[in-house]
């Protein structure tokens, strides 16, 4: 694991949607693991801003996103398959075949959550994997307690993800769903490489916890500590209760890996 602590959320969008910019210009072709909430709209805009420019090329990209509500239609305006329409597939023409969210008014959930893991697979697996973190630590709603090698499955979520996600609900935790499909921490680890996002200071005590605490169900999001290339993008204050800062920013100011990266100061 890899922490790269940047200036702010800011920096964080434009270095995060650099480095997924460079993954599609070596391989056009590539599967994405798509997230959704407030900290990833602004690293898509950053990719449509690339894409408009003529920079890189999204419209050959393979996708699956993380989840989806229970009960809510592809076409329901706060359902995550409109999200990611509105926020990055129609702004790059990426045809809807191309892409795959789970489908929340599926009539057989459990059938449904197979097909989705057979999908994965038949698609060569996820090069890349976006993911937000949540306030009770999960990826994906892998709530509290989540088998740290769980698939794709029908998952209850907390009253703290609920109140979390209110916003797209008109402010009421009750009306958002209480259930949703979500891949599974094992689903999420088998991803080849993984970019944790995390910005604000309201994040810092749960990153510090998922990043350089014990490895446990508690918090979903540990177990990207097992991942070989996971690399943890945050600003200075999501970064507030690492105790490693000062080392992480060491780090990335000296590694050959990001010296591209560290000559542009708008990252």
Wanted: charged residues 25%; glycine residues 8%.
């Amino acid at each position: 694991m890899e922490i790269l602590i940047r200036p702010s959320a800011a920096h964080v969008a434009r270095l995060v949607a650099r480095i997924v910019a460079d993954r599609v210009s070596a391989k056009p072709d590539l599967v994405l693991g798509c997230a959704t909430g407030r900290t990833m709209e602004a690293i898509y805009d950053e990719l449509v801003t690339q894409h408009d420019a003529g920079r890189i090329d999204l419209g050959r990209l393979r996708t699956f996103n993380l989840d989806e509500y229970v009960g809510l239609s592809p076409d329901d305006p706060r359902s995550y398959h409109h999200y990611m329409r509105e926020r990055l597939f129609d702004r790059v023409g990426l045809p809807p075949e191309r892409t795959r969210l789970p489908n929340g008014v599926a009539p057989d959930l459990a059938a449904e959550a197979q097909a989705y893991e057979r999908a994965i697979a038949e698609a060569g697996g996820i090069d890349l994997q976006l993911l937000g973190l949540g306030e009770t630590g999960h990826i994906g709603f892998n709530e509290p307690l989540s088998a740290l090698m769980s698939r794709t499955r029908e998952k209850a979520l907390t009253p703290t993800t609920r109140a979390q996600n209110a916003e797209m609900f008109g402010g009421d935790a009750g009306a958002v769903p209480s259930r949703a499909l979500t891949m599974g921490v094992g689903t999420i680890l088998e991803a080849r490489e993984v970019l944790l996002v995390a910005t604000g200071a309201a994040k810092a005590a749960i990153l510090a916890r998922a990043t350089e605490g014990p490895i446990t169900a508690r918090i979903s999001a540990t177990a990207l500590q097992l991942h070989p290339n996971c690399k943890v993008v945050v600003d200075e204050a999501a970064a507030g209760a690492l105790e490693g800062g000062e080392y992480y920013r060491f780090a990335y100011a000296h590694e050959p890996e990001w010296a591209p990266y560290r000559a542009d100061p708008a990252l």
